[in-house]
């Protein structure tokens, strides 16, 4: 059974197929691997959880492994699969439950009629460079066809966000002191799983204190301590399609004044990124936005020695906001739009997973964060790099503060951004 209805995924096929099809030759077969099980090191028989990859399953609903999906300049020939034994029924059921009518043995027939065959999603190993690049032209192709959200993805991501808003909700009454960070995050996933999710999209990042300035916090022992911080990034996802959202919960129930004061700062720079994600906006300047509504917070505490834009310019406020400000988001935590970046600039100091302009459809992460992490603070290097632009002895005062980020999932459209994860209250 797909997660969606069957013309949703022809309508996608043929999306698909007229993007490519004035690209291929006619000598040419366009091969799209769904992939195979990876064997866990030292794991004898034992595989990890198969993932599809993406495009193979957006065309198909299929979560097979061994499957196909092909299409030439003139005929969409569809999915060929390997038949399922009886042996493999019976130790593993029957999840693979799909059979085409078309087998792998029928592909390797096709195959024989073209003389090129390009290969996405598994590389067979033997190709050259000039076909590696040829391939890699399709599979941008193909991304920037499948980041524009159609209606069923917009749909399950919506429903999906008020499966991950029961482990929210179910947080508020759980965060408080002695509870540790791995309580809060069986809480919160329990929660989430009852409500119908299948999984988590990643592993769940729970940090307090100054756990909380670590950017993917591996929940652990530690026990919340009142008067502290806890940073919770946690999701929910079915079949691949998911959420991602952080909120900031204070151990005691109420912010102290310092702390209220970072999370408006970080609040101000969300909610102005959030109203500029726009058709047309490069997603840069979103981010460049968030760092300096955060540049100019930080230097009413007396952190930086220098302007708001010399600041910016050389890259300082990444101590303090040292990632961008999101990332396409949707089938997978990190969809489409990293693998154009093969050159990627830096923003104010920081990598940006997205460099490109927002168009109607997309659905990105807008998570700015302020942290003043200890290793940054304390590291000669980075001290003596920035010792003209940050106030070092005004920043060893905030090393046990911890950080804050807020996050939501923002889908462009032409009447301005939907938060789509809005339930969540933050």
Same mark, same amino acid.
């Given at each position: 059974? #797909?997660?969606?209805?069957?013309?949703?995924?022809?309508?996608?096929?043929?999306?698909?197929?007229?993007?490519?099809?004035?690209?291929?030759?006619?000598?040419?077969? /366009?091969?799209?691997?769904?992939? =195979?099980?990876?064997?866990?090191?030292?794991?004898?028989?034992?595989?990890?959880? @198969?993932?599809?990859?993406?495009?193979? @399953?957006?065309?198909?609903?299929?979560?097979?492994?061994?499957?196909?999906? !092909?299409?030439?300049?003139?005929?969409?020939?569809?999915?060929?699969?390997?038949?399922?034994?009886?042996?493999?029924? %019976?130790?593993?059921?029957?999840?693979?439950?799909?059979?085409?009518?078309?087998?792998?043995?029928?592909?390797?027939?096709? +195959?024989?009629?073209?003389?090129?065959?390009? =290969?996405?999603?598994?590389?067979?190993?033997?190709?050259?460079?000039?076909?590696?690049?040829?391939?890699?032209?399709?599979?941008?192709?193909?991304?920037? !066809?499948?980041? +524009?959200?159609?209606?069923? $993805?917009?749909?399950?991501?919506?429903?999906?966000?008020? /499966?991950?808003?029961?482990?929210?909700?179910?947080?508020?009454?759980?965060?408080?002191?002695?509870?540790?960070?791995?309580?809060?995050?069986?809480?919160?996933?329990?929660?989430?799983?009852?409500?119908?999710?299948?999984?988590?999209?990643?592993?769940?990042?729970?940090?307090?204190?100054?756990?909380?300035?670590?950017? =993917?916090?591996?929940?652990?022992?530690?026990?919340? +301590?009142?008067?502290?911080?806890?940073?919770?990034?946690?999701?929910?996802?079915?079949?691949?399609?998911?959420?991602?959202?952080?909120?900031?919960?204070?151990?005691?129930? *109420? @912010?102290?004044?310092?702390?209220?004061?970072?999370?408006?700062? %970080?609040? #101000?720079?969300?909610?102005?990124?959030?109203?500029?994600?726009?058709?047309?906006?490069?997603? *840069?300047?979103?981010?460049?936005?968030?760092?300096?509504?955060?540049?100019?917070?930080?230097?009413?505490?007396?952190? @930086?020695?220098?302007?708001?834009?010399?600041?910016?310019?050389?890259?300082?406020?990444?101590?303090?906001?040292?990632?961008?400000?999101?990332?396409?988001?949707?089938? *997978?935590?990190?969809?489409?739009?990293?693998? $154009?970046?093969?050159?990627?600039?830096?923003?104010?100091?920081?990598? /940006?997973?997205?460099?490109?302009?927002?168009?109607?459809?997309?659905?990105?992460?807008?998570?700015?964060?302020?942290?003043?992490?200890?290793?940054?603070?304390?590291?000669?290097?980075?001290?003596?790099?920035?010792?003209? =632009?940050?106030?070092?002895?005004?920043?060893? *005062?905030?090393?046990?503060?911890?950080?804050?980020?807020?996050?939501?999932?923002?889908?462009?459209?032409?009447?301005?951004?939907?938060?789509?994860?809005?339930?969540?209250?933050?």
């Amino acid at each position: 059974m #797909t997660l969606f209805t069957p013309n949703v995924y022809k309508l996608r096929q043929q999306k698909a197929a007229t993007v490519v099809q004035s690209e291929l030759n006619d000598s040419e077969l /366009l091969v799209i691997h769904s992939g =195979h099980p990876q064997k866990k090191p030292g794991g004898l028989d034992q595989t990890y959880d @198969f993932l599809p990859h993406p495009l193979y @399953f957006w065309l198909t609903g299929h979560r097979r492994p061994f499957g196909v999906f !092909v299409i030439s300049k003139k005929e969409i020939y569809g999915e060929f699969q390997r038949n399922l034994t009886s042996t493999e029924i %019976v130790w593993e059921g029957a999840q693979w439950n799909f059979i085409s009518d078309k087998s792998l043995t029928d592909f390797e027939n096709l +195959k024989k009629q073209f003389s090129v065959i390009t =290969h996405l999603g598994l590389w067979p190993g033997l190709e050259s460079e000039e076909q590696k690049e040829r391939a890699f032209s399709f599979h941008i192709l193909l991304d920037q !066809v499948r980041r +524009k959200k159609d209606a069923a $993805e917009i749909k399950q991501i919506r429903e999906l966000a008020s /499966l991950a808003n029961h482990g929210y909700e179910a947080l508020a009454l759980a965060v408080t002191p002695g509870v540790s960070e791995r309580e809060l995050q069986l809480v919160y996933e329990n929660a989430v799983l009852q409500a119908g999710a299948e999984k988590m999209p990643y592993g769940s990042i729970v940090g307090t204190g100054e756990n909380s300035a670590i950017l =993917h916090a591996v929940p652990s022992s530690q026990k919340l +301590k009142s008067g502290e911080m806890v940073l919770v990034d946690a999701g929910a996802d079915i079949q691949d399609y998911c959420v991602d959202i952080t909120r900031m919960f204070p151990v005691s129930g *109420k @912010f102290s004044p310092q702390q209220q004061d970072i999370y408006d700062i %970080v609040l #101000t720079a969300q909610l102005q990124a959030i109203d500029q994600c726009k058709i047309g906006n490069q997603w *840069k300047d979103v981010h460049l936005l968030t760092a300096e509504i955060i540049a100019e917070g930080l230097s009413d505490f007396g952190l @930086f020695k220098t302007s708001v834009s010399d600041v910016l310019e050389s890259g300082a406020i990444s101590v303090f906001y040292p990632h961008g400000v999101g990332h396409l988001v949707g089938l *997978k935590v990190r969809d489409t739009g990293v693998i $154009e970046n093969r050159a990627p600039k830096k923003y104010a100091g920081a990598n /940006l997973r997205v460099d490109l302009k927002l168009q109607e459809g997309f659905c990105v992460t807008v998570e700015p964060g302020c942290y003043f992490p200890r290793a940054f603070i304390e590291d000669p290097v980075i001290r003596e790099k920035y010792k003209n =632009h940050i106030n070092w002895a005004v920043a060893e *005062k905030w090393k046990n503060f911890g950080g804050i980020r807020l996050e939501d999932d923002v889908l462009i459209t032409s009447k301005g951004p939907d938060v789509l994860t809005s339930v969540v209250k933050k």
